[in-house]
């Protein structure tokens, strides 16, 4: 670790040639994610007379993946919401260039003083601020929904499908992650693949940005309640606005509870923060639509991980941890919507 | 008389759990400990119980492709389905299951996409049938636990 310390300072030192005696004081890895190696890091340096210590995230391409995305997609999506209504950490280097850290990487500001696991929103003192940090991660995402393509500069780096498109390019996307990593025949999602194939949803009434994988879990909070950052956008992508909401709500997220997704608000509450929000009336069919996407989306995810680690391109636990627990809840709940019956699994 | 491999897993994993990771420094390397006590308890509740969810749904697919036989129309799949539907196992071995069961559900996959287009009465029978056995299949894989 302190290898690669020494070359990210040598990295900053590099990128900040008004800056002397770069040092990383601290360096440490973070867990979870696995789309990308996500480091804290503590920086020291002189500027002039001055000294000055910042901390840093840095996130590297990995060797393997739950999913393959693009740093860069992530980077321009921090570019474009930082300092607006949608907090994000203020991004800095985006460097695609191997010989630094042998892999592309880029470089932002660490928001301290916040935390991002879901399992605390049950401790205190965030149990007592579930009303807090659920009306602004509803609101937020409306918000997302709302924000104006070309405005934010988004239309310029993303692809921008035909509105009549946006479910098809999606589904296309996902399907063949199954075909291509499932360890064995996959029924249930092939299942409602074809349902979702015969019933298309209509086309949003605008193009939006989608965030991709926007949850509790990828947000952070802080003591007082606030949202301080939302992470996590390397599956950012321009589409129908409903595919982030029905992510947002699908019942693998407050796992096993159905009433509260996300483990916040509600979820007509959460539905109506987000329609006053984004401006947008939720087609509830359309939404259904999507919430069936979004398990199919998570198992394909899920597979992935699972392949990767069956053929040991990457043994991260988290791999075979999310090829296992997540894709055995997804298979349950694409049962119950496509052929329910009274009592839930 | 040797500790069963379950009761093994399960001690393995308390110790991680309650001994090794509380004593790791570095917050990367002990969320790993974690991530691997969680995964030694599934495997221990799936030690028990793997033979029997594979004969379980290898013989109610089978049951499932017998009966969609006699409809379907002479040709290739029916010939893939009878000879399918008659199949014992090799063996009670994971993967000499594992292999049936991919079989087996391959065939499903295909049943299934056969029969759901069709108003015929015999074909909502098969995918009811399909339906019931896709449901009692995520019952009977569902890990007791959800570790996040």
């Known amino acids: ?75 321009h999506a921090y570019a474009a919401f930082h300092g607006s209504s949608v907090p994000v950490p203020r991004p800095l280097f985006l460097e695609n260039d191997g010989r630094w850290l042998d892999r592309p990487f880029f470089v932002m500001e660490e928001v301290v003083g916040a935390v991002s696991t879901p399992k605390l929103l049950s401790e205190p003192p965030y149990v007592e601020l579930l009303e807090s940090i659920g009306e602004q991660k509803w609101r937020i995402l409306g918000t997302i929904a709302r924000a104006d393509v070309s405005t934010i500069g988004l239309a310029k780096t993303l692809e921008a499908p035909a509105l009549e498109d946006c479910w098809r390019r999606e589904l296309d996307f996902w399907e063949k992650v199954i075909d291509d990593d ?102 509830r069919r359309a939404l259904g639509w999507w919430e069936i996407f979004a398990s199919v989306k998570g198992l394909a995810i899920w597979i992935s991980s699972g392949r990767e680690f069956a053929d040991e391109r990457n043994q991260d636990p988290i791999l075979a941890l999310a090829g296992w627990f997540p894709a055995d809840i997804h298979d349950r709940v694409l049962v119950e919507r496509l052929a329910p019956e009274e009592e839930p699994l | 008389m040797k500790p069963e491999v379950d009761v093994v897993l399960r001690s393995m994993m308390t110790k991680l759990l309650l001994e090794v990771a509380p004593a790791v420094g570095d917050a990367y390397v002990r969320s790993n400990v974690e991530a691997m006590g969680a995964l030694l308890a599934a495997a221990a509740e799936e030690f028990d119980r793997a033979a ?41 071995r994971i993967t000499d299951l594992n292999a049936a069961n991919d079989r087996l559900r391959a065939l499903l996959i295909e049943i299934q996409t056969l029969v759901e287009g069709s108003d015929e009465e015999w074909a909502r029978r098969i995918d009811r049938a399909i339906w019931d056995e896709l449901r009692a299949s995520a019952r009977r894989r569902a890990i007791s636990f959800y570790p996040f």
């Open chain 1, 1 to 75: 670790m302190r290898e690669l310390g020494d070359r990210i300072a040598t990295y900053l030192a590099h990128r900040w040639p008004h800056a002397t005696e770069v040092a990383v004081e601290e360096i440490e890895r973070i867990f979870g994610g696995a789309s990308r190696e996500t480091y804290r890091v503590a920086v020291r340096y002189r500027e002039g007379e001055a000294r000055v210590q910042r901390r840093l995230i840095l996130r590297r391409d990995p060797t393997s993946s739950l999913i393959e995305t693009d740093r860069a997609t992530e980077f």
């Open chain 1, 182 to 283: 499932e360890l064995t025949p996959q029924p249930i999602a092939r299942a409602a693949i074809r349902r979702l194939r015969r019933n298309p949803p209509p086309p949003p009434p605008r193009l939006s940005v989608v965030h991709g994988d926007y949850r509790t879990g990828n947000f952070l909070f802080d003591g007082t309640g606030r949202i301080r950052a939302v992470l996590d956008w390397e599956m950012c992508h321009l589409g129908d606005p409903l595919e982030d909401l029905a992510w947002a709500l699908d019942p693998l997220w407050s796992w096993p509870d159905r009433e509260r997704p996300g483990k916040l608000l509600p979820r007509q509450r959460a539905l109506a923060l987000w329609e006053d929000a984004s401006g947008m009336t939720v087609d």
């Open chain 2, 52 to 92: 029997e969810v594979r004969v379980a749904e290898n013989r109610s697919m089978r049951e499932i492709l017998r009966a969609a036989t006699k409809h379907v129309p002479e040709g290739d799949l029916r010939s893939r389905l009878a000879v399918a539907a008659e199949e014992r196992e090799a063996s009670l």
